[in-house]
């Protein structure tokens, strides 16, 4: 490659309670970005997760997080 370059990917995923399963509902946002500039190159990795529904002894649970990864 020559010059700048920066490209993204972008993946949004979402589900649903299936019959009978304890999971209600789960999304997932994620973001990939690598960039070059010259010869240097950046990789950055971002995400945002959410899990609901009812655990193993019926109590409501919610788990949510953030995943942050850079590398240069």
């Known amino acids: ?3 700048d370059v920066k490209t993204r990917l972008t993946l949004n995923y979402s589900g649903s309670r ?9 999304t997932l946002k994620s973001q990939f970005i690598l960039d070059k500039k010259g010869e240097n190159y950046n990789l950055k990795l971002t995400a945002k ?6 655990g193993l002894k019926q109590e409501n649970l919610s788990i949510n997080g ?3 990864l ?3």
């Not at 997760?49 to 009812?54: A, L, V």
Request: net charge negative; no cysteine.
């Open 70 to 72: 850079n590398y240069n």
């Open 18 to 26: 299936a019959q009978g399963a304890e999971l209600f509902s789960n």
């Open 66 to 68: 953030n995943v942050k």
């Open 49 to 54: 997760y959410n899990f609901s529904g009812t």
């Open 1 to 3: 490659w020559e010059g």
